[in-house]
């Protein structure tokens, strides 16, 4: 989502993520092996894949939360400068970093809410703290983003006293404080039970209907296939096959993406 201001520069088919052929180790151990995706502005993008297969990873490199040793990594065309080498590379510039990160917010599976603050105080710390913004203007606007994620009374409550889907919510609403370019899911829904899923997967696709930009690591094919412009399988580190929703789910041309998905089913 574009507003005004500094981002008004960027075109709209800059993509805000781009990933070229990276390559990412713990240790001997290579779990991504030339990997490249983008995720381009306005459109959602669905990563599936077996448990193991580097999803996070990606993602976590992604958003810079991870080091990689080898491949490109560009925010709005802006590539991520490096310094060192392989598994010595790190990112050069921490000013650049943060920048980045903080217009990429993530959403986890377990929400990672801050147990000892308040539903409000949860979804205003980092825009005051780490943007620096005005505590009234960001009050304002979580006020309004908790009403959007349908939880708008619950800003005196902490997170024990809310249910897994509520948490989540509060946790989206988190994320939109901050008026990231892109959003990032890992699994958001994988803690939840079936009943409190789809409260939250609600609010994914009304999030996705709004044009905003999104990845999204998800086990259910089923809002994979509702809401995302693009699906990308990975299988041990490398993309097996990627493709419109339709064609990945509907036509199916790996074997492997077919045991998969007839494994999830
Ligand atoms: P997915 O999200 O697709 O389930 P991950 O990206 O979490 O996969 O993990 C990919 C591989 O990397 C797995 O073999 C996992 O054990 C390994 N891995 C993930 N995080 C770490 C880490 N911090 N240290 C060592 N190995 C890791
Ligand atoms: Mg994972």
């Not at 609403?173 to 959003?183: G, I, T, W």
């Amino acid at each position: 989502m574009l507003t005004k201001d500094s981002k008004s520069e960027i075109s709209a088919d800059q993509p805000v993520i781009e990933i070229r052929d990276l390559h990412k180790s713990y240790g001997d151990l290579e779990v991504l092996k030339g990997v490249s995706m983008t995720a381009p502005r306005g459109h959602v993008t669905s990563l599936i894949g077996s448990s193991g297969s580097g999803k996070s990873t990606l993602l976590r490199c992604a958003n810079l939360l991870e080091d990689s040793q080898r491949g490109e990594i560009l925010f709005n065309g802006e590539p991520i400068l490096w310094k060192g080498d392989g598994p010595h590379r790190r990112p050069a510039d921490r000013k650049q970093v943060t920048r980045i990160r903080t217009n990429l917010s993530m959403v986890f599976q377990q929400f990672n809410l801050w147990a000892h603050m308040t539903i409000l105080e949860n979804v205003m710390e980092a825009p005051v703290t780490v943007l620096g913004r005005d505590r009234k203007e960001v009050e304002e606007k979580a006020r309004i983003y908790l009403d959007k994620v349908g939880i708008g009374d619950k800003c005196d409550v902490y997170p024990a006293q809310m249910s897994g889907g509520q948490q989540q919510r509060a946790a989206i609403a988190r994320a939109l404080c901050m008026e990231p370019q892109a959003l990032l899911f890992d699994e958001p829904t994988s803690a939840l039970d079936p009943e409190l899923e789809q409260e939250v997967i609600k609010v994914i696709k009304a999030l996705a209907e709004e044009g905003r930009t999104m990845i999204i690591v998800t086990h259910d094919m089923r809002m994979a296939s509702d809401i995302s412009d693009h699906v990308v399988f990975l299988h041990k580190g490398l993309i097996e096959e990627e493709g419109h929703p339709s064609e990945l789910f509907g036509k199916p041309k790996s074997e492997r993406l077919k045991q998969f998905l007839s494994a999830t089913v």
